[in-house]
């Protein structure tokens, strides 16, 4: 996570740069931004989608910048007999598409050939199974050859061959710091999902750990990489006025919401082995809630920051089955049903929405409820973070009753608008005293200019300077599936799982779970 730190005011709408902390980023050019230090990136899964989508945009986009090492080298492992040059080109198409798209503004709305031959020239295919060990001589071979000897090996895969992967590349001697230079860097980055439980969870950082020690290993929840959930530091930390208020005493409740607009999008096979609690709630979630209500840590160093984050998820009180509501979509006037997309059982109950009331055991948060929900097919897409706070005491204007003003919401807008956004009350204009409410907005865009990014850059950027402050340890991702356990194994049998029509808010039961503490959720879709 950048240490650079941008000031801006509505009187001086430039951005200036200065440096707080002094992290991994904190040396370097005139933003603190340097090159990353030579490796060797080995991705497994070099046919993915992850790999097409989300990883070769982000790394040309840090090419772009002048963020990658001329050492650098990328090493694509996938099963299928494939020419290197046919693997880079089909890369290159997509590159057209994903990256092209976001870089308008910045890069000219074009591929710059230039830097894509730069990285492309890097880059070589390695046909292999993953839990092939010739495929883990092979690449211990190319590795002793560069001159710097540092490898970061990326588990783009299935899950399932997190562990045969992991324990060939310990077993072939490549997570071994230091052992062929000293000095030189090994480290292992895992996608989510990282288990499917508790027990899971355990069982997989276990068997890790007997291969790389935790500091080499690098799991990645991809909504730390969004500059918009970062920024929930920054916004509490550096600025006086919200600490004072971020506390029970002020605040009535906290609303985090993911809505998306589409549905399983053909991820019908992993979605019926998953649903939406466990695709969204103990880890993206959780990161939100995390962001939103740890402690302020001493410094924005990354041990620092994961141990506030490790004490937040430490007081998360276990979530009961009866704070939870799962639904599922059925055909409405966005779409067919769930039940009726590819891959998906015909009497499936697998949830594609989930709501859950969640609390925090500590002083600051004791009795404040944190609502969170997910869903997809819903009305709007919409990633957010909404603070309320509690109303006035009294109200001096007489003749208007306290409830009868609407509470002041601070929201963090994190997609697909990216920015806060403050509703309070004025007077209305005219000769009586009558209160009216309004809303104040900050866009990004307004001030800052809009970078060339997919959402991975800054994670592989502090991948390859050895800044774990995005990722998660060990003791974190345990503790977020020990708080959901319960409704994962339920005493009383599955939880129930609520129709709602496709392009809708979610079923009536979520409602009912916030109205029966007198609250209603934020409208999905509500004016800019
Ligand atoms: C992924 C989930 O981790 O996050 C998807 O598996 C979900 O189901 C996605 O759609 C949401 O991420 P974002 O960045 O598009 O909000």
Not at 194 to 214: M, P, Y
Not at 378 to 386: N, Y
Not at 489 to 513: F, I, K, R, S, T
Request: aromatic letters at 10%; one cysteine or more.
């Amino acid at each position: 996570m950048s240490n650079d730190a941008k000031h801006t005011g509505a009187s001086s709408p430039q951005p200036a740069s200065c440096k707080i902390g002094a992290g991994p980023h904190a040396a370097g050019g005139p933003a603190g931004k340097r090159p990353a230090p030579p490796c060797t990136l080995v991705i497994f899964g070099a046919g993915g989608d992850l790999t097409r989508r989300l990883l070769t945009p982000s790394l040309y986009n840090l090419s772009v910048d002048g963020l990658l090492d001329d050492g650098m080298r990328i090493i694509g492992v996938n099963h299928g007999e494939r020419e290197t040059k046919a693997w880079i080109d089909d890369l290159g198409q997509s590159l057209k598409q994903f990256a092209a798209d976001k870089a308008s503004e910045s890069h000219g709305g074009r591929v710059d050939e230039k830097a894509w031959k730069w990285l492309s020239s890097r880059m070589t295919y390695m046909a292999g199974e993953f839990e092939a060990d010739d495929v883990f001589d092979r690449l211990k071979e190319r590795i002793d050859q560069s001159s710097h000897g540092n490898a970061i090996f990326y588990l783009a895969v299935g899950a399932r061959f997190f562990k045969p992967i992991v324990e060939r590349l310990g077993r072939h001697g490549l997570l071994k710091e230091d052992a062929q230079r000293k000095g030189c860097f090994r480290r292992l980055v895992i996608e989510k999902p990282f288990g499917t439980d508790l027990a899971s969870a355990r069982d997989l950082n276990a068997h890790i750990l007997r291969f790389a020690a935790e500091s080499q290993v690098y799991r990645i929840d991809h909504f730390l990489g969004k500059d918009t959930v970062q920024s929930v530091l920054a916004v509490r930390f550096a600025n006086a006025m919200f600490e004072p208020v971020w506390r029970r005493e002020y605040i009535d409740n906290v609303q985090i919401t993911a809505s998306e607009t589409l549905g399983v999008e053909g991820r019908g096979k992993f979605y019926e082995q998953t649903g939406a609690f466990r695709d969204m709630v103990p880890n993206h979630l959780f990161q939100l809630l995390a962001m939103v209500a740890l402690e302020p840590p001493n410094s924005f160093d990354a041990e620092a920051v994961r141990n506030k984050k490790a004490e937040l998820f430490d007081a998360i009180e276990p979530l009961k089955p009866s704070d939870v509501v799962f639904g599922q979509y059925e055909t409405g006037d966005a779409g067919v049903g769930y039940r009726d997309e590819p891959d998906v059982a015909q009497d499936s109950t697998t949830e594609t929405y989930a709501a859950a009331r969640v609390f925090i055991d500590n002083w600051r948060w004791a009795g404040v409820p944190f609502y969170l929900r997910t869903g997809k097919r819903m009305a709007a897409r919409r990633t957010e973070i909404a603070v309320q706070l509690k109303r006035v005491p009294f109200l001096l204007f007489r003749g208007t009753p306290v409830e009868a003003l609407t509470p002041n919401i601070f929201t963090l807008r994190i997609d697909p608008a990216h920015g806060t956004r403050f509703d309070f009350n004025v007077k209305v204009p005219g000769p009586a005293m009558q209160i009216g409410a309004v809303r104040s907005a900050f866009n990004y865009n307004d001030f800052f200019a809009e970078r060339a990014n997919v959402g991975y850059e800054t994670l592989l950027y502090d991948c390859m300077l050895g800044d774990v402050t995005l990722f998660q340890r060990a003791d974190s991702i345990e503790s977020g599936w020990c708080a959901v356990d319960r409704v994962l194994h339920p005493e009383g049998g599955a939880l129930p799982v609520y129709g709602y029509p496709a392009g809708g808010n979610g079923p009536v039961q979520a409602d009912e779970l916030l109205a029966r503490d007198g609250r209603a959720w934020r409208p999905l879709q509500d004016a800019e």
